[in-house]
């Protein structure tokens, strides 16, 4: 079972632009619906696979810190999708995917959100203004300082 982190970025963004932020090579395929879709297998270097897809209409929810219901429904958004295997997330696949997240953020102006699992809200970022949400999950990977931080 993979763990999965998930940035969107707001706005009609080229996948290949937020592919280069991300400073990863990618290779093109499709998704099931024939979306056009950017993908690495970054496992051995940074503990993740990395997907970029574009989309309109999309719609989003998660659990924010007090365990209410964040939504967020962007006209077109691209989904930089992050994967990662248990046995590699604390050591090698979050730091990495952290550090990859925060060229995309600073490459960038859109707003956006990091949701794990589908779940939990992480981050967001609108209107410029970057918010950490569940500090205790920044905490309990020592990341609250060194991460993402604009």
Known sequence: ???????????????????EL???????????????MLSASLNERCGYVIDFVSGEHGYYDAEDDDGSLWTWEPKSYVDVDFYMRKEVLAEKGIPNMLATAA???NG???????????????????????????????????????????
Do not use: C, Y
């Not at 990618?26 to 024939?34: D, F, K, L, P």
């Not at 920044?138 to 609250?144: A, G, I, S």
């Open 1 to 19: 079972m993979a763990i999965e982190f998930r940035l969107t970025l707001a706005g009609e963004l080229p996948l290949d632009q937020v592919a």
């Open 103 to 105: 060229r995309i953020l």
């Open 108 to 150: 960038s102006t859109e707003d956006a959100a990091l949701v794990f699992n589908g779940n939990h809200l992480l981050l967001t970022r609108t209107d410029g203004t970057l918010r950490k949400h569940r500090q205790s999950w920044w905490e309990h990977h020592q990341l609250d300082k060194d991460a993402i931080s604009r």
């Open 22 to 36: 991300a400073a990863v090579e990618v290779t093109e395929t499709q998704t099931t619906s024939g979306r056009r």
